[in-house]
């Protein structure tokens, strides 16, 4: 489950940023509102393209997907108490002392 929900979510990543990129910018509407265009400043371009439709869709379906992961994994615990540990770190963990021993006083 957690790998089929991973795999979809790196393919709608990737579809994502395509879909971005091939998208034509606003930035000359924006450039010709301060010069005295009479559209509005962010340009009104009517009903939304097909290409903005599959925007706001795959923005949705990552969204969806990366919230799920998280609840997967925060509900899964920790990645570092699951690993095991090797032998080399159980050499390295130095062993716990015991109480240190007083010195005994002589009676007098």
Same mark, same amino acid.
């Given at each position: !489950?957690? %790998?089929?929900?991973? =795999?979809?979510?790196?393919?709608?990543?990737?579809? &994502?940023?395509? $879909?971005?990129?091939?998208?034509?910018?606003?930035?000359?509407?924006?450039?010709?509102?301060?010069?005295?265009?009479?559209?509005?400043?962010?340009?009104s371009r009517?009903?939304?393209?097909?290409?903005?439709? !599959?925007? %706001?869709?795959?923005? =949705?379906?990552?969204?969806?997907?990366?919230?799920? &992961?998280?609840? $997967?994994?925060a509900k899964?615990?920790?990645?570092?108490?699951?690993?095991?540990v090797t032998?080399?770190?159980?050499?390295?963990?130095?062993?716990?002392?015991?109480?240190?021993?007083?010195?005994?006083?002589?009676?007098?």
């Open positions: !489950m957690l %790998t089929l929900l991973l =795999i979809i979510h790196i393919l709608v990543a990737f579809f &994502l940023i395509f $879909i971005v990129l091939i998208q034509s910018g606003k930035g000359a509407e924006l450039g010709a509102a301060f010069g005295g265009s009479s559209q509005t400043l962010f340009g009517g009903a939304a393209t097909f290409l903005n439709k !599959m925007t %706001t869709v795959a923005a =949705i379906v990552f969204m969806i997907t990366s919230l799920t &992961l998280a609840v $997967i994994t899964g615990g920790s990645v570092v108490k699951k690993s095991p032998t080399e770190e159980k050499k390295a963990i130095p062993p716990t002392p015991g109480p240190i021993p007083q010195p005994s006083t002589p009676a007098k």
